[in-house]
């Protein structure tokens, strides 16, 4: 149902962290910056709290829209939406962000760039919040490129390490593909429909008329434009997200601050792909676009479990965890719709948020290490380890935690609908119970392995936000489900749990960690041993150490094509420019024949200057004897006698 003005209190959300960015900027403390952008995001989340439990209450999504300009007589509306989709994220992204901020504000205290870290840091809340509240798809572009820029400015925030600059440039370049698609599929969507607004009254894109509109006219391959369209918007989503083939920029993300990687990986930017999918899902429905998602997803969630196996970084392995459980979002929103993805998503964001917080706390208790081979003794870290092991557990699914609440879901709905891809992801998680356990055998038991000394316990303001987080990771599934999160999310139905779903559901989790601790019990690891399972795989386990060499692939061909037509075109450049110095020089030179020959030595000496010349002479020449002097007269008057005498005398003779 179309809102009123009375929703225009949506607007305080995204401009509370903006109002705090500027700020932010304009103070030269660092303490006071932090202090600031944190008040910013505390203030944002009591609107997004009461957007949160007014959501429930609705039978439709309420929207408050305006006209942002008109153009030859067509009005372009922007405009903000409140329904059960908009109002989880905006309290999710709030309240996990003011964890993290207040996280960041004892991490970055020692960082000379300090108050220029928060101000990116709420700029990014801003674009995110904007992100889902939007009610426009361009509108939602818009806060989309925000987030990408805000997300380059904070991943190279050391840019001082050459490895941190270029995984910004990575991330923004990789992730502007998968732009075009999504601004392709704007334009095609606005030159259908003449909308852009998603709810309307009845004339928004993903409603009445419009979308019919989009579901009957063909579009390519076969499909209706609605299903183009919406491949379109899962192409910027693939960036985005992470998905393949445009996942290599968000394992190296992890380049910049922890808190940033926290932020990207759990509650935000990667966040902001699943939740297009799940936004225009009607765009999707009946199409083959959403095999494509599922399958993709299936796909991705696979391979970067497999990588993760093969990883040393602490923070790497999880940015290919949170690669593979993005697949499985899209697997969830595909096979069992917006409340299976988003629920995944939102226990994701909790999990995994404290997963990259805790190795932040592991990593400054090792005096700055993320080399897992060089870390072993850190459960003397008591409260760090406690509060990880927590996420650890959730991630690996394990029985009564939200990651095994929300997985469960996505099984269940795959094992219905599409067989193959719930066996896929039930080996998914398997795997993510063994590189899950595999870090932790290598970080927390035994003797450090590390040069920097023992590991020391972080200060208790960044191991408190850890302990609202581990309760979260824990217990929130458990409340999502009885509390109703299906029907909250619209009236979604739980798929049926049969046997063999709660069985493998169980099996893969806690086999997979079963099976980890077999591998490696008893076994030598750490420091320069070769890793257990490399002699297990063989050559498999250096291919999953190098992350199936998609970053060699693409620098083999598309890197390489690039550099390629680079250098063609810097060779037609230099050929062009040749061609132009010959045309100036030979301009140049039939100018100065012109000049020197032409000009100067056949007109101005022979012709016009020449003539000119001649006559001013013979004028001279002529007037030489009026000088006005009466002895000249008189000598020209007796020189004409003279010579008047002489032709009379020779005349007479």
Known sequence: MEGSDSLSWLVWIPLLPLIACVFALLCRSGVAASLICIAGMAAAMVPALRAFNLSGELDAPMTFNFTWMTIAGKSIDFGFILDPLSGSMVAMVTFVGFLIFLYAAKYMEDDLRRGRFFAYLSLFATGMLGLVLSNSLLLLFMFWEIVGVASYLLISFWFHKPSAAAAGKKA????????????????????????????????????GAALE????????????????????????????????????????????????????HAATMVAAGVFLVARTLPLFDGSPALDVVAWVGAATALFAAFAALGQY??????????????????????????????????????????????????????????????????????????????????????PYTSGFFSKDEILAAAYHDRPGIFWTCAVVSLLTAMYVTRQCLYVFPGKHRGSGGEPHE????MTAPLFVLAAFALAFGYFAVDRGVFEYFGGYHAAEHPLIVVEVAWAVSLGGIALCCLIYAGKPYGGEIADPLSGIL?????????????????????????????LVVAILDAILAMFRELIVFAAQAISYIFHHFGDRALIDNWVFDGTCD????????????????????????????????????????
Not at 555 to 565: E, G, H, M, S
Not at 646 to 651: D, E, R, T
């Open 172 to 207: 923004f370049i990789t992730t502007r593909i998968g732009d075009l698609g999504f601004l392709i599929a704007i334009l095609w969507a606005f030159q259908s429909t003449g909308a852009l607004l998603f709810y309307s009254n009845g004339e928004g894109l993903l409603e």
């Open 213 to 264: 509109t989009l579901q009957a006219e063909s579009g390519f391959w076969g499909l209706t434009a609605a299903g183009v369209i919406a491949l379109l918007l899962f192409v910027g989503a693939i960036g985005k997200s992470g998905q393949l083939p445009l996942h290599v920029w968000l394992p190296d993300a992890m380049e910049g601050p922890t808190p940033v990687s926290a932020l990207i």
């Open 313 to 398: 970084d602490l923070k790497r392995i999880l940015a290919f965890s949170t690669v593979s459980q993005l697949g499985l979002m899209m697997v969830g929103i595909a096979v069992g719709g917006v409340a299976v993805g988003m629920f995944h998503l939102h226990s994701h964001a909790f999990f995994k948020a404290l997963l990259f917080l805790g190795a932040g706390s592991i990593i400054h208790g090792c005096g700055d290490e993320q080399d897992i081979r060089k870390m072993g003794g850190v459960a003397r870290m008591k409260l760090t380890t406690l509060v990880y092991l927590c996420g650890a557990v959730s991630l690996c699914a394990v």
């Open 458 to 461: 972080s200060p208790v303001q």
């Open 538 to 566: 063989g050559k498999a386990y250096r291919v999953m150490e190098n992350k199936f060499y998609f970053d060699e692939i693409y620098a083999a061909t598309v890197c390489l094509l690039w550099q390629i037509t680079a």
């Open 614 to 653: 001649s006559l001013k002479e013979s004028g001279e020449l002529a007037t030489s004897p009026q000088g006005g002097f009466l002895s000249s007269y008189l000598r020209w008057v007796a020189l004409g006698a003279v010579i008047f005498g002489a032709f009379a005398i020779g005349g007479c003779s």
